[in-house]
């Protein structure tokens, strides 16, 4: 089956710098990759997700980038903001697995003022 | 974006009795709904993939005669959690995909805790 590893699994960045975190994923049949963000005692939400069909989409501060030939994709937040800070998961599906979501583990981001 | 809430956010009960935890999808038609389990500061864990009139998938691991699935509509599936013990509590979310999309809508999670 799937197995998707998310890296790193703690981000501390001062506010207005970058950050990025990226995922592998083991299935060449994943095909769609959301990334999900989550404050605490909160629900997941999606911010911004890319089809395998697709190397790159940007929706304002938040980019999403693949590589399908090496599995891995990444998010990368520009001009961080405290509200940023958050619990930030990556999953890959596919419809051969009946679009059931594998999670990364989530990394937990902290923007310093 | 899809709105999906779940009923009751918050549930203590003592050992022994049996919860139920509704899922609603509010403004769109969900084939699947997914049930979820997560311990705190880690990632969700899939306990069961529900399919509107039929019997839920469950992952391996999960007891199925414990966490009970009924999915009878459309917009509404419910996960019963049966003789719950203090092991059982934790954070429990739902999701639910719109027909055609291959994107998880999450509802606003159970807390529930068991004396």
């Known amino acids: 089956g799937e197995n998707v590893e998310q890296h790193p699994s703690t981000l501390s960045v001062q506010e207005g710098d970058s950050a990025v975190i990226k995922c592998t994923y083991s299935?060449?049949?994943?095909?769609?990759f959301p990334w999900y963000k989550q404050e605490l005692g909160k629900r997941p939400q999606l911010i911004i997700d890319?089809?395998?069909?697709?190397g790159e989409k940007k929706d304002q501060r938040i980019a999403v980038t693949l590589n399908k030939t090496a599995k891995h994709f990444s998010l990368h937040i520009t001009e961080t903001q405290p509200e940023d800070s958050a619990v930030y998961f990556c999953?890959?599906?596919?419809?051969?697995?009946?679009?059931?979501?594998?999670f990364g583990t989530g990394t937990s981001l902290t923007v310093i003022p | 974006g899809a709105v999906v809430s779940q009923h009751p956010s918050w549930v203590i009960c003592k050992s022994g009795t049996s919860v139920k935890i509704e899922c609603r999808s509010l403004?769109?038609?969900?084939?699947?709904m997914f049930w979820y389990r997560q311990f705190p500061k880690q990632s969700l864990m899939l306990m069961a993939t529900?399919?509107?009139?039929?019997?839920?998938?469950?992952e391996q691991g999960v007891e199925k005669d414990k966490f009970l699935i009924n999915h009878a509509s459309l917009t509404l599936s419910t996960l019963t959690v049966t003789s719950a013990h203090p092991e059982d509590s934790s954070f429990y979310i739902c999701?639910?995909?719109?027909?055609?999309?291959?994107?998880?809508?999450f509802g606003p999670g159970t807390r529930l805790l068991v004396l």
């Open positions: 999701s639910g995909t719109p027909l055609y999309q291959e994107t998880q809508y």
């Open positions: 529900s399919n509107e009139g039929s019997k839920a998938t469950y």
């Open positions: 999953a890959a599906t596919s419809s051969n697995t009946g679009n059931q979501f594998y």
């Open positions: 299935d060449s049949a994943s095909n769609y």
């Open positions: 890319i089809r395998s069909n697709v």
């Open positions: 403004d769109f038609q969900a084939t699947t």
